[in-house]
């Protein structure tokens, strides 16, 4: 279900368009995102390639800490560590990633996120550090 205020959804980015991910919800330290799985996103073993893992939890992750509540205050983030721990395997048809800001300051902060699947099984771990760009 889509929560996010949609006078602050933006327009996907290039990357964003080609996986077909899109944001839920976002809050204030909060990012929720779903990616439906595609053929084009599994590895040679047929199961989701790890590094779409990764690029759906920096993602929520980077945006936890960008909420304005302003859509023209727009704030980016740059990743600075990334840290990824893969434990489950996905089984169902959507993968869900959920950020959370969990510190930091003016310039930078730390995020946690989890990745799971429709069918709620723990896919991924992250946490990763984030600067903020202005």
Same mark, same amino acid.
């Given at each position: 279900?889509?929560?996010i205020d949609?006078?602050?959804?933006?327009?996907?980015?290039?990357?964003?368009?080609?996986? /077909?991910?899109?944001?839920?919800?976002?809050?204030k330290?909060?990012?929720?995102?779903?990616?439906?799985?595609?053929?084009?996103?599994?590895?040679?073993?047929?199961?989701?390639? /790890?590094?779409?893992?990764?690029? #759906?939890?920096?993602?929520?992750?980077?945006?936890?800490?960008?909420?304005?509540?302003?859509?023209?205050?727009?704030?980016?983030?740059?990743?600075?560590? #990334?840290?990824?721990?893969?434990?489950?395997?996905?089984?169902?048809k959507?993968?869900i990633?959920?950020?959370?800001?969990?510190? /930091?300051g003016?310039k930078?902060?730390?995020?946690?996120?989890? #990745?799971?699947?429709?069918?709620?099984? #723990?896919?991924a771990?992250?946490?990763?550090?984030?600067?903020?760009r202005?």
């Open positions: 279900m889509n929560k949609q006078t602050l959804n933006e327009t996907p980015y290039l990357l964003q368009t080609h996986l /077909g991910f899109y944001l839920t919800d976002w809050s330290d909060y990012c929720r995102l779903e990616q439906p799985l595609e053929p084009y996103l599994m590895n040679r073993q047929g199961i989701p390639h /790890g590094g779409i893992h990764a690029t #759906l939890l920096d993602t929520a992750m980077g945006y936890c800490g960008c909420f304005t509540g302003d859509p023209d205050a727009k704030v980016l983030a740059m990743t600075l560590n #990334l840290s990824v721990n893969y434990i489950g395997q996905a089984t169902g959507l993968l990633a959920e950020g959370r800001k969990t510190g /930091g003016y930078t902060f730390f995020a946690e996120a989890s #990745l799971r699947d429709d069918t709620d099984a #723990l896919i771990t992250a946490t990763g550090v984030f600067r903020l202005r």
